[in-house]
């Protein structure tokens, strides 16, 4: 059974930073876009930011500049979200997201990890 697991959340100040991770577990065949949502209190799970197998990147424009996502190079299954020059509305649970193909089930699957909270103080 795929599996996330989130790292890496904490209290911080404005302006300071944090540095998320997310590991896959389980056998996977095939491992496709990975990326970061964000949900704060009484909203939607919004996307930050999503990375390709291929390394291509995209954010939404509130986090552009700020934070920057990437992946371990060698397997592919460690993503990281690098965030800086924080501001109290980036508070929020943020969880790891991952499509690819089970290598138990031959399906695909689509799997969430269990959110990490960042609580940034002004």
């Given at each position: 059974?795929v599996?996330?697991v ?14 998320l ?18 949900q ?9 930011a999503?990375i390709?197998y ?11 500049g700020?934070?920057t996502?990437?992946r371990d ?15 109290p509305e ?6 790891c997201?991952?499509?690819?193909v089970?290598?138990?089930s031959?399906?695909r699957f ?9 609580t940034?103080s002004?």
């Amino acid at each position: 059974q795929v599996q996330l697991v989130e790292s890496g959340g904490g209290l911080v100040q404005a302006g300071g930073s944090l540095r998320l991770s997310c590991t896959v577990s389980g056998v996977i065949f095939k491992l496709d876009t990975m990326g970061w949502y964000r949900q704060a209190p009484g909203k939607q799970r919004d996307l930050v930011a999503t990375i390709t197998y291929g390394g291509t990147t995209n954010y939404v424009d509130s986090v552009k500049g700020r934070f920057t996502i990437s992946r371990d190079n060698v397997s592919k299954k460690t993503m990281y979200l690098q965030m800086n020059s924080l501001k109290p509305e980036d508070t929020a649970v943020y969880y790891c997201h991952a499509d690819g193909v089970d290598g138990d089930s031959w399906s695909r699957f689509t799997s969430w990890g269990q959110g990490t909270q960042v609580t940034v103080s002004s």
